[in-house]
Structure formats: structure tokens, C-alpha cells
């Protein structure tokens, strides 16, 4: 009886929790830094300090085999002063509690930063997808979105896709809420299928965003975009669509990888041949690619490679204070969330590495959530050159800012962007008041 039970449920597995740092630490250490330096008044220090609302569920699953297991899923909404929550969902075994509230309090900063009106959330199951099938993901996603309804909707929390969710996971999402609703409530999630009330633009827009704001950087720093070599750790929708771009606005890019390891050509890697490769990969892998000139190397080898510019776009702490010192890039444009640990952090600035933080450099998927947001609320859709358009202003606007406040403030980009984020919450938490 009791291993049937131990089988059944999938236990929130505490071994990959003490086995890596733990990234709310991380997020709350940075607050507390930026509070001090912007003399916060302690009160709403300690409102950001801790998320607004926590929701644990559990998420029986019937598997294709006929028995039952039991998932633990999460909704966190950090802070909802500056509008309706916002954030995705992820599916992957080491999402936890600490890990959803740092997600979610990265969103109501990375919303901050781009001035989108959303406060910030984040949700995820902690599950295995790359062992269940279709159908299983499917059930498992309808029975989560049922359990979190309570505290979502279009004016209090909108999801999205995140790590190992899609535009057909939200589809799911999106049909359950509007079956159990009894009625179309398409602006539940953003990240939907074009048909469902997508926006054109949104799935390539993380990625976008990452090469408009490197873009902005090689600016800055007076280099030539086709003189710059990139290696991308990550080939995911953010890293494929970062690196697909990057590639057409002239860089080369010479090192990409995912979970099952990573090529690299000094030459430049041939972009399109690698996307048709995962195209054609079962599951959507960089496994078996091979080229002419083409070396594999490992995710650690990708993140100390030669080159200029290095695009974290997998999963957080990947940089950190054993591997930062042999990092040879000169610049680091942050794809995925929180991939640097504070130490790593350190590292990098005494070595003048340049970090653009995650909450801007990652924030063009948001942006073109809010624009999916804005077209569902009104039935009206947008071409998407003007998603593309509008995304530009938001990146580049949001970059200026960041860039000219951190060298006013005499501040690394992280830490400038994180005060122009919290001044902005803490702003509207003043202007709202303390209800009652
Ligand atoms: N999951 C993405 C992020 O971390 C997008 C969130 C959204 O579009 O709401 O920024």
C-alpha cells in the first residue's frame, strides 16, 4: 500500500532543492540591496519582501497506463500594485515554491522595467514532460488550469508559456477555462495559437527582444554587429528565436546547445540547417546535428567559448562562481531567468563584463503578451509589423532608460534596472494607499 502511494504521488523532491541555490534567496538578497541604496521606506520593503498570494494544488493525473498520479502544482502572484498579474507556467521537476516566487517577483520587476501595466506572477507543476505523453500533458494542464481558476482572469492574473510550455499548452488552458466559464474567455492566457486569439509576433518575441536589446548594446559599446560572435546555451524558443535573429542581423553565431549538449564552429554555425534539424528531431532536439567544420561540446564548454557575446537562455544559476572566471565573453545578454548567481555576479563585474539583467533583456515576451492582451480585449488584431514595431520602441526605450540611469547612478545594469523597477512598484503602491 505504502510504495502504491509513494508511486502515485510525485513527491516535491527536496534533493534537487538542496542541491542548488536557491533563486528567491537570490531575488530577495538583490531587493534588499536595491532598498538600501533607494532608502525604501521599510514598510514596502517589506511588502516586496513576500508575495501577495500563494496557491499550492494538487493535480491528480490519470496516465495513459490507467493509474492515477498526483502532481503538485503552484500560481504565486507577487504584486498586483501596478496592474493585473503576470507570468508564466512552467512544467519542470525542479519548479517548488522558492522557485515560483522568485519567478513571479522577477515578473512584477521585468513588467517595471518596460513600463507594461502588470504586476507580476509566475505558476508551474513540478513534473517531468519529456516523460509523459501528449495526452497526458494535456490532462494534467486542463486539471491545473481548473485548480487555479479561482485566483485567475484576465483583470487579476493572466498566464503564459514558459520552460516546456507552449502555445498548445495554453490553448488547453484557455478552452477549459471558457468550458467551465460557458463561455469564450480567450484573454484568460496569452502565448495562444494565432487561430485562438494569438498574436502574431509573440512566440519569436523573447528572442527578438534579446537581439534588439544586444543590438542596442553592441551600440553602446561601438562594435559592429558583424563582428560580433555569439554562443546561445539554450536552444528552447527563446534561444532558437535569439539566435535565428541574431544570425539574420548579421552576427555570427558560433555555439548553441540544449539539454543534450551543445556544437560550435569558430566559422559560424549554419543557423538554418540546425533550425531544419530540430524541426525534424523527435523531440525537438540538437542531438545527432552534424557539419562539416562542427564540434560538440558540452553546456559547460558552451559558457567559457570563444566568443564576444554570451546568451544565457536555458535555466536559472547556470553561471556561477566556478565556471564565471573562465568566461570569455565580454558581454553577457541574460535570455533566461536569473541565470547568474550573486557570486557569479561579482565575478563578472571585477572582470568589466558587461550583464544586461534578465528582467530587461528577456522581457520582449512579455511585451508582446501584453499586446496579444491588448488585441483580445478588443477583437482586434494587429499586423505583425506592428507587434515587431511596437516591441522595438518598448526595447529600445526600456534600454535607454536602464542604460542612463545605471551610469548616473554609477551602478552595474542589473542594479540599475532593478531600482528603476522598484521605484516604479513602490510608486504605486504609495499612490494606491494601504487598503482598508
Ligand atoms: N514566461 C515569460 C517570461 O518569463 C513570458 C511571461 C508572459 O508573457 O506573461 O517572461
Redesign the pocket.
Known sequence: METQLQEAIDWPDTEIESSRQNLWDTVRGMLDDVALRLELDPGIHAILRQPERELTVSVPVVMDDGHIRVFTGYRIQHSSARGPC???IRYHPAVDTDEVRALAAL?TL?CAVVDIPYGGAKGGVQCDPTQMSQDEVCRMTRRFAAMIMPIIGSRRD?P???VNTNAQTMAWFADTVSMLEGKTTMDIV??KPIPLGGSLGRKEA?GRGVAIVTHELLKRTGRDLDQTTVAVQGYGNVGSSAATILDHMGCKVTAVSDVSGGVYSGNGLDIANINRHVANHPKGLLEGYEAPGVEKISNDELLTSEADLLVPAALEHQIRADNAPDIRAKMIVEGA?GPTTPAADEILRDRDIIVVPDILA?AG??VV?YFEWVQDLQFFFWEEEEVNRNLRRIMVNSFKNVWEYSRQHEVPLRMGAYMLAVEKVAGAIHYRGMFP
Open positions: 503576470k507570468g508564466g515578473m521585468k493572466i503564459a508559456p514558459d496569452t502565448g523573447t531567468n528577456n515576451g512579455v503578451s
